[in-house]
Structures are given as C-alpha cells and as structure tokens.
C-alpha cells in the first residue's frame, strides 16, 4: 500500500505528515532504551513481508503485518512502520520521501486502532474467540488502510478523477486483508502457547516496564515492596 511519488496533492501530503508526526511523537513516547530490540523485531518483520508488491497503478498491494504489530507494540507501531517505510524508500524505492507521512499514518493507524481494541478477546480465555479476534486484527486493518489509501487518491484527484483507481487499490487489497487474517490468527495462536504475556498488554506500554507477569517459583522469597514513603512515582 505503499504510494508513489508524485501522485497526492499538496494538501493530502500535508495533512499525513502532520498525523504521522503525531503518531510518531505518541508512540516514540512509548519506546523505552530496552525495547530498541523488540522494535527492531517487529520492524523487520514489517520490512519483510512488505517486500513483495502487486501494483496498483500509482499504488501497490502487500503483505503488511500492521495488525501484528499494532496487537503487540500498541501506539510504538507508529515508529516501528515509520523506519520499515523510511529504509524500503531509500534502499528499494517503495513509495517515496514525500509520502512516508501518509503512508506511514494509513499503515499505522489501523494497527493501533484495532490492536488495541481487540487486544482484550487476544488474550482471553476462550482460544475461538482469540483465534477470531487474531483473524480480526490481521484483516480489519489492512482493509482500512486500503480504504485509507483510496481516500488519499480520491482527494488527491479533481473532479473524481482517481475514483477508479481508488476503488482498485480498494478492491486490490481484499485477498490481502484475508492472507493477513490468517496469518495474525496463527501467530496470535502460537504466541498464546509461548509468549501470551506479549498479548496481554501493548509490549511497549508503561505497564510491560514493571514488574514481571511470569508468577514466582514455588518457594521462592516474596519481593519486598517498597514502603508507600518511598515509592518510586514520577
């Protein structure tokens, strides 16, 4: 879904710039010094699958894994698509300088949107209903981001004139929503069998720096907690 050069006006490229500016400040907010190894993971992983391109006139359909990304890094997908993007414009020519901002925010958005509000079904109890929301949170996305990339054309085009085309890189990207379902299902699948503390909550929120979610060994000493006095609260 990347879009190329040259193609959105001057009002559409500034409008998505200023909210991926935003994105980036909320979610660079939310990256501390010892997640820098887990973004670069899920940057890879965005790299990666989002190396294969089927072009859409001015567009192009992929794999994308925001939906992944989104259930596990929460607002922090902002910066880690941003970098995925940035490389593959410099290194690959996908997409372009001038458009990292709207591609980045019609990528980026979707993910935390629906990663945060299906996180909850995730990593619940009831493995259907994880595996549904799994499939949710690879699809919806990537249909939104299509719809996203549609709108930047229609309003980019005068006269209606990139209608068409809109619809196109809609339509394109329906077999894409559905690879991405199952694949985010599987790995939600798989990460409830080995990581499900990754599905709990946003791996790069404030509350994944506290304490660990593993329970304690049986026997082992309880933490001492601080007394209320000298709580370390910011």
Avoid at 71 to 93: D, T
Avoid at 103 to 122: Q, W
Wanted: with cysteine; net charge neutral; aromatic share 8%.
């Amino acid at each position: 879904m990347h879009i190329s050069e040259g193609v959105l006006s001057a009002p559409v490229l500034a409008a998505g710039a200023a909210l991926a500016a935003a994105g980036l400040a909320a979610g660079l907010r939310a990256v501390k010094d010892e997640d820098t190894p887990k973004a670069a993971v899920l940057s890879a992983v965005f790299f990666t699958a989002s190396l294969i391109h089927v072009n859409i006139g001015p567009s192009s359909a992929h794999l994308i894994m925001s939906g992944l990304i989104g259930l596990m890094a929460g607002a922090a997908a902002f910066p880690v698509i941003f970098l995925g993007l940035l490389l593959q414009g410099l290194l690959f020519g996908f997409g372009g300088l001038t458009t990292l901002g709207v591609n980045t925010f019609t990528m980026a958005a979707p993910a935390v949107l629906f990663g945060s509000l299906l996180r909850p079904l995730a990593s619940g109890r009831h493995a259907a209903a994880a595996s549904a929301a799994g499939f949710a949170c690879g699809s919806l996305p990537a249909l939104l981001s299509g719809a996203l990339v549609g709108i930047s054309l229609y309003l980019s085009g005068e006269g209606g004139s990139y209608l068409a085309l809109a619809w196109a890189v809609v339509a394109g990207n329906l077999p894409v929503a559905l690879i991405e379902g199952f694949v985010c299902m599987f790995c939600v699948q798989f990460l409830r069998k080995v990581r499900p503390d990754l599905l709990r909550r946003a791996a790069f929120s404030p509350d994944a720096h506290g304490s660990s979610s593993s329970p304690a060994s049986p026997g082992a000493p309880a933490e001492a907690k601080p007394s209320p006095a000298f709580s370390p609260v910011d």
